[in-house]
C-alpha cells in the first residue's frame, strides 16, 4: 500500500511541478526574447514569483477535482474519508517549507493559497514564516490573528489504525505565539493570547479575552473560561475547567487568584 501511494504522488507531482514549471520557464523565455542572454536572468525574480503563482494555481485546480475533507473518525487505509484526507494530504505536500514560507510573506498569495484549500481566513490573517496549517480545509481564522513563526496548526490526527478529522477555529484578534501546537478540534476565542510553546490537545476550548501563558500544556477536553489566566509552564489534565476571570497555576494548575479588571483612563474634561 506505502508503494502505491508513493507512486500516487509522484505522478501528482507531474502536473503540479509542471504548471509551476512552466510558468517560471514562461517569464524568462519571454525576457530573453526581449533583452537577450544573459540578461533574461536579471528576471529571475519575477519568473520565481510566476513558479509559486503556478503551483498555488495547481494546487487549488487539483483541489476542486476532489471530495473536501470531513469531520469525523475514519480507519486508516480501509475506508473513503481515509482515502479523500489522503488526496488533501498529498496536495499540501506539494508545497515544502522553502516554498510555503515565501507564499506566506506575500499577502495575495497567502490568501489565495489557503482560501484555495478551503480554508476561512481574512486577508488581515497573518500567517508567519515557518508556521504550518494542515488540513487546511477544516481550519477558521479570524479578522486580524496572528499565527507566529513555526506555530502548529492541524485539524488532523492519527492514533494507530484511526484519523481524526475535526475543525479548528481561532476567532477574531488572537496571538499565537512561536512554536505553538494547536490540535484538531481547538476553539480559541476572540481577543485570546496563546503564549509561545503552549501545546494544546484536541477539542480545547479557549473563551474569548483569555490568557494562555508561555510554554502551559493543556490536556484534552480543557475549558479556559472567558477573560481568564493559565501562568506560564502549567499543566491542565485533560477536561479541567477554568471559570471566568480567575487567574490559574502550577502542575497540575489550580486557581491562584482573579484576574484584576482592567483600569480605563478617563479623558480629561475641559470645564467651562
Request: hydrophobic content about 45%; glycine content about 12%; charged content about 15%.
Amino acid at each position: 500500500m506505502i508503494v502505491v501511494f508513493d507512486l500516487l504522488w509522484l505522478l501528482g507531482a507531474i502536473p503540479i511541478y509542471g504548471v509551476a514549471g512552466a510558468a517560471g520557464g514562461a517569464v524568462l523565455w519571454f525576457a530573453g526574447q526581449w533583452v537577450g542572454w544573459p540578461w533574461a536572468m536579471g528576471f529571475f525574480p519575477l519568473a520565481y514569483f510566476a513558479f509559486l503563482f503556478g503551483i498555488v494555481g495547481a494546487v487549488t485546480v487539483a483541489r476542486l477535482l476532489i471530495p473536501r475533507e470531513k469531520e469525523g473518525t475514519s480507519k486508516v487505509f480501509a475506508d473513503r474519508d481515509f482515502f479523500v484526507f489522503l488526496m488533501h494530504w498529498m496536495l499540501e505536500s506539494y508545497v515544502p517549507p522553502p516554498l510555503i514560507t515565501h507564499i506566506q510573506l506575500l499577502t495575495f498569495l497567502r490568501l489565495a493559497y489557503f482560501r484555495g484549500q478551503g480554508c476561512k481566513l481574512s486577508w488581515s490573517t497573518h500567517i508567519s514564516p515557518g508556521a504550518r496549517i494542515w488540513s487546511a480545509g477544516l481550519c477558521e481564522f479570524g479578522h486580524l490573528t496572528y499565527i507566529g513563526e513555526f506555530a502548529h496548526v492541524t485539524a488532523h490526527l492519527s492514533r494507530g489504525d484511526k484519523l481524526l478529522l475535526a475543525p479548528v477555529i481561532i476567532g477574531d484578534g488572537v496571538n499565537v505565539g512561536a512554536h505553538a501546537n494547536i490540535s484538531p478540534g481547538c476553539t480559541i476565542g476572540s481577543g485570546v493570547r496563546i503564549g509561545p510553546l503552549v501545546d494544546m490537545a484536541p477539542g480545547c476550548f479557549v473563551d474569548d479575552d483569555a490568557e494562555v501563558g508561555p510554554a502551559c500544556q493543556m490536556g484534552m477536553g480543557v475549558h479556559v473560561g472567558k477573560g481568564s489566566k493559565l501562568e506560564p509552564r502549567s499543566f491542565l489534565d485533560s477536561w479541567s475547567r477554568v471559570p471566568d476571570g480567575e487567574v490559574w497555576a502550577g502542575d497540575p494548575a489550580k486557581k491562584v487568584g482573579m484576574v484584576r479588571p482592567k483600569r480605563v483612563k478617563k479623558k480629561a474634561t475641559a470645564s467651562s
